[in-house]
Nanobody, 124 residues
Framework: QVQLVESGGDLVQAGGSLRLSCAASGRTFSAYAMGWFRQAPGKEREFVAAITWRGGSTVYADSVKGRFTISRDNAKNTVYLQMNSLKPEDAAVYCC?????????????????WGQGTQVTVSS
């Protein structure tokens, strides 16, 4: 089992920045690829970004590419999502997730464990 707890969500003005954190406990954190997803009210959950076990590779949704950066610190069992140039359409509940396999990290079916999420609100 892996327990995931997100933090860092807040209300921010459009154009601003936030850094989300996801702290993991339980099984070896470095054994899992990590991803961030988001879900806005009335919309399906969508992939945001993912990072491999040691952080050597990352992948992003086109909607956030160039604005968001995913990173991890395995010594701290934490994955981060730096979000810059935020837009109102970025507002959502952001969840982190852990995956044993890198095969389908762009799909929520590829993940084994999920956090509860943290709310990001962007005012225009």
């Amino acid at each position: 089992q892996v327990q995931l707890v997100e933090s860092g969500g807040d209300l921010v003005q459009a154009g601003g920045s936030l850094r989300l954190s996801c702290a993991a406990s339980g099984r070896t954190f470095s054994a899992y690829a990590m991803g961030w997803f988001r879900q806005a009210p009335g919309k399906e959950r969508e992939f945001v970004a993912a990072i491999t076990w040691r952080g050597g590779s990352t992948v992003y949704a086109d909607s956030v590419k160039g604005r968001f950066t995913i990173s991890r610190d395995n010594a701290k069992n934490t994955v981060y999502l730096q979000m810059n140039s935020l837009k109102p359409e970025d507002a959502a509940v952001y969840c982190c997730a852990a995956a044993r396999s890198w095969t389908i990290v762009g799909d929520d079916e590829g993940y084994d464990y999920w956090g509860q999420g943290t709310q990001v609100t962007v005012s225009s």
